[in-house]
């Protein structure tokens, strides 16, 4: 078979458009740190008695949007029981906070 005709080797990507290890800004052969988007952060939230959001990471809660529970998992050692809520903050930014019941913690998606 003629080399030009062969089919070309996969490539592996660190990211969009970026081949791996490909140039000054490649990895070049190093592993990549993986994240996941969008993942949940600690937060500090101030909360009304019935639960709302009073105050985010330090900002007002100017609306609450939406508010939404998830019970999941109900069937493993580890089941997921959240209370959500989609909020507005007094500087106008849009953010997610969830309070999750089984650790006793608030925490932030989305900005904040």
Same mark, same amino acid.
């Given at each position: 078979?003629? #080399? ?9 990507? !660190?990211?969009?458009?970026?081949? *791996? ?12 740190? *993986?994240?996941? +988007? ?5 937060? @500090?939230?101030?909360?009304?008695? !019935?639960?709302? #959001?009073?105050?985010?990471?330090? *900002?007002?809660?100017? +609306? ?7 019970? !999941? ?5 580890? #089941? ?8 507005? @903050? ?10 999750? !019941? ?6 932030? *998606?989305?900005?904040?």
């Amino acid at each position: 078979m003629d #080399p030009a005709c062969a089919p070309a080797a996969p490539e592996t990507f !660190d990211g969009p458009g970026r081949p *791996q290890g490909g140039g000054p800004r490649g990895n070049q052969g190093f592993p990549r740190a *993986q994240r996941r +988007v969008n993942a949940p952060r600690p937060a @500090l939230v101030e909360a009304h008695a !019935d639960g709302a #959001p009073r105050r985010v990471n330090r *900002q007002g809660v100017a +609306v609450v949007r939406e508010e939404w529970r998830v019970v !999941d998992r109900w069937w493993t050692e580890e #089941p997921v029981q959240r209370r959500y809520f989609e909020v507005v @903050l007094e500087s106008g930014q849009n953010t997610v906070v969830f309070r999750d !019941d089984q650790q006793g913690q608030w925490f932030s *998606q989305r900005g904040a």
